[in-house]
């Protein structure tokens, strides 16, 4: 089945530093991709949608400067959360879609940004 | 109220029994329904989904949607310990090209052998 693949699966920084995050759509091209933040026990909550080709769109409360997101093929997008803090610290998980609609949304394993 | 409800459990039941999960909605706008399981630590995988009203079955897995009642349920029959994890509902609009999910907060379930 489709693979989507996220890089790290897991990172530590420092406060200040930023981090990006990959994912990779690894056997079919998703022109939309979905970024979430999950933290523990919560459910997951979209911070932005993202085309190829275009700017992402964000959700409400989520900062666009903060949380960059560049979607520059159809197989790759990145997150890069800017001067992290702490706060910042989450369980991110892309998704992509491919072209048979709501049943081919896949989602990648999850990055775990821990900022000290 | 939020959009889905869904009670996070956690629910713990011996192998073999018929396990019962299930969310509640408020919009009615909802049309596509996806149930997810998601591992400790990982993403979520997509089990089954629905589109309206009605049952669908994949092996061990049945999903139920009753939207005159904005409720709809995912049985596990035969649970196995492999079955432990969290399970997720998730609902939207629609199924064109950027739709969006709603997401339940997801029920932990283990099954003990």
């Known amino acids: 089945g489709a693979v989507v693949s996220q890089h790290p699966s897991w990172v530590i920084c420092k406060s200040g530093t930023s981090v990006k995050i990959e994912c990779r759509s690894l056997d079919f091209q998703a022109t939309t991709m979905f970024w979430y933040r999950q933290f523990p026990k919560q459910s997951l909550m979209l911070m932005a949608t993202?085309?190829?080709?275009?700017?992402?769109?964000?959700e409400q409360g989520v900062e666009k400067d903060k949380f960059l997101i560049n979607h520059a093929s159809l197989t790759l997008s990145t997150l890069t959360v800017t001067s992290a803090h702490p706060e910042d610290s989450s369980f991110y998980i892309c998704?992509?879609?491919?072209?048979?609609?709501?049943?081919?949304?896949?989602f990648g394993e999850g990055s775990r940004l821990t900022v000290l | 109220q939020k959009e889905v409800e869904q009670d996070p459990g956690p629910l713990s039941v011996p192998e073999g029994a018929i396990v019962s999960l299930n969310c509640t909605y408020s919009n009615s706008a909802f049309q596509y329904f996806m149930w997810y399981r998601q591992y400790s630590r990982k993403g979520p995988e997509l089990l089954m989904y629905t589109y309206s009203s009605g049952n669908k079955e994949d092996g061990r897995f049945t999903a139920q949607v009753d939207k005159s009642s904005k409720y709809i349920s995912l049985f596990i029959r035969d649970s196995q310990p492999s079955d432990s994890a969290t399970y997720l509902c998730a609902m939207t609009k629609s199924g064109g090209s950027n739709y969006k999910l709603t997401f339940g907060k997801g029920t932990l379930l283990t099954v003990n052998p």
């Open positions: 993202s085309n190829e080709g275009s700017k992402a769109t964000y």
């Open positions: 998704s992509a879609r491919g072209l048979a609609g709501v049943g081919e949304l896949f």
